[in-house]
């Protein structure tokens, strides 16, 4: 595997930590209202 | 049989950015899962810990809007867990492990902070609250007490890096989706130690000593030969 997947890997996993927190912060508040 | 080692590299690299948008999906609705289970259970315990809502009787407290997206989180994040496992190749990073510790610390927290600060009370802990937090930092921390405390940067690079080359992969759940696996079917790959991965990571370790300088064509040439054949010329 080279280097530049294993980074593509890493983003890939930080990009969704990051969007899956926004992306449930947002549905509980629009839930919620 | 003979394999072309730039075509086998190739194709192993074509894999794993195949399996990258799956691998992200996956582990995008795990945090997803994980992040609406954490805020909902902090608006349950802001209204005591409980509340029902529906049939025949009057409820003291009714459920909030919200209630119904901590078992969907759940439930989806649990299934998107399953699959990432799956999608994920063996060798990219990977923080599974991670996601065990992440659900009982976050949820823990929630305990400690709610047990330490109870809603509606001036004063004083909420015991039963503060059991739940330590049993759930147990049942979360142990785990990663366990992963970190031998190697830390060994486990650490795993996460964050993936399986060393140099070091066996570990076995998936389904080897078809694992890179070079589908170079088994070549009895010369299947004779080589450590099967397929092994010839894969031999052959990527020879083309980088090649392009370094360290090996004259020649030298890389009759490597590869033994690579590929198993030592046979």
């Known amino acids: ?33 | 049989m003979a394999i072309d080692p730039a075509r086998l590299l190739e194709t192993e690299r074509r894999t794993a950015i195949r399996a990258l948008p799956w691998t992200f999906l996956t582990f995008f609705i795990v945090i997803l899962g994980l992040t609406l289970t954490y805020l909902v259970m902090r608006v349950l315990m802001t209204i005591g810990g409980s509340c029902a809502s529906g049939g025949p009787y009057a409820s003291a407290r009714q459920c909030p809007d919200v209630t119904w997206l901590m078992p969907v989180g759940i439930v989806f994040g649990a299934f998107a867990a399953v699959a990432y496992v799956l999608v994920k190749p063996a060798r990219a990073p990977s923080f599974f492990s991670l996601l065990w510790p992440a659900l009982f610390l976050s949820l823990g927290w929630n305990f400690l902070d709610f047990g330490l600060h109870p809603p509606g009370r001036k004063a004083g802990v909420d015991w039963g609250w503060l059991v739940c937090a330590i049993v759930f930092a147990i049942m979360g921390g142990l785990p990663l007490f366990a992963m970190l405390a031998s190697k830390p940067l060994a486990y650490l690079r795993r996460v964050f890096w993936g399986v060393d080359e140099t070091t066996p992969p570990p076995r998936g759940i389904m080897p078809r989706l694992r890179p070079a696996a589908r170079f088994e079917a070549a009895p010369s790959a299947q004779d080589a130690p450590g099967g397929p991965d092994d010839v894969v990571s031999a052959l990527e370790r020879l083309e980088r000593l090649r392009k370094a300088g360290a090996l004259t064509p020649e030298e890389y040439a009759a490597a590869k030969r033994r690579v590929l054949g198993g030592g046979r010329e």
């Open chain 1, 1 to 33: 595997m080279t280097n530049g997947v294993r980074i593509a890997y890493l983003v890939a996993h930080l990009a969704a930590i990051v969007l899956g927190i926004a992306a449930g912060i947002g549905l509980v508040d629009w839930v919620g209202g």
